[in-house]
């Protein structure tokens, strides 16, 4: 079984630059989930997917992140502009259903520096 | 909402000696909870959960984690660590209503020497 895709694995911007993720779920997988890991700490979760409607991205920078799931499938996160403090891991997991007992399967992630 | 506390930011170790992880939680409803692993350059991989049932749970590489109600913790240990479990453990939560959001914790890094 095919694991969550994401790409690229690495990008470095300068800061005011935009910059978008891409993430491919599990097959079948309803739920999509963007975490942002900065170094040294744990993920946050930015934004919950089902299907392609969101759930919760009440952790979302709105004034310059966004995110997308139009086909129920794959996704896109941006940033636009990026700051220096948005250098993170942005990690992308999916799970079969919405439901709290269902586990996440997280992909390798994307590293971003922002310079 | 909920929160968590791991206590140990780093835990060095030498090989084949035992090891405790701590995680303690914060919750105003019942929770599930989670250890995660992550390898350098890798996404977090799921070690263990605890969803109900005998609150002893085993997991994948020989580890296992006990949930303890009343003192809300759910510390991972392992009998005898390899080189190979040198990674970040994450301890996290989710609430039976929360909306499935996972809450993690920031992590404890496990150095094991040889």
């Known amino acids: 079984e095919a694991g969550v895709a994401q790409s690229p694995r690495y990008k470095i911007i300068e800061k005011r630059q935009s910059v978008a993720f891409w993430c491919n779920p599990i097959?079948?997988?309803?739920?999509l989930y963007w975490y942002q890991q900065i170094l040294g700490q744990g993920p946050k979760l930015l934004i919950q997917?089902?299907?392609?409607?969101?759930?919760?991205d009440s952790q979302l920078p709105k004034d310059r992140f966004s995110a997308e799931r139009l086909k129920g499938v794959d996704s896109t996160l941006k940033i636009q502009p990026a700051k220096l403090e948005d250098s993170a891991v942005y990690l992308c997991?999916?799970?079969?259903?919405?439901?709290?007992?269902?586990?996440?399967?997280f992909g390798q992630g994307t590293r971003l520096t922002v310079v | 909402a909920q929160s968590v506390t791991q206590l140990d930011s780093q835990v060095p170790v030498f090989e084949e000696a035992p090891v405790e992880l701590r995680c303690n939680y914060s919750?105003?409803?019942?929770?599930?909870l989670f250890w995660y692993v992550q390898y350098p350059n890798q996404g977090l991989q799921l070690l263990l959960k605890?969803?109900?049932?005998?609150?002893l749970v085993k997991g994948i590489n020989g580890f296992e984690a006990e949930f303890n109600k009343s003192q809300t913790s759910f510390h991972l240990r392992k009998p005898s660590v390899h080189i190979s479990d040198t990674a970040e453990y994450f301890c996290?939560?989710?609430?039976?209503?929360?909306?499935?959001?996972?809450?993690f914790g920031g992590g404890t890094r496990l150095m094991v020497k040889p």
């Open positions: 605890y969803l109900s049932g005998s609150t």
């Open positions: 919750s105003s409803v019942s929770v599930y």
């Open positions: 997991a999916s799970s079969l259903a919405g439901t709290a007992n269902t586990e996440a399967f």
């Open positions: 097959s079948g997988h309803a739920t």
């Open positions: 997917f089902q299907n392609n409607g969101v759930v919760d």
């Open positions: 996290a939560v989710r609430g039976y209503n929360a909306g499935n959001m996972l809450t």
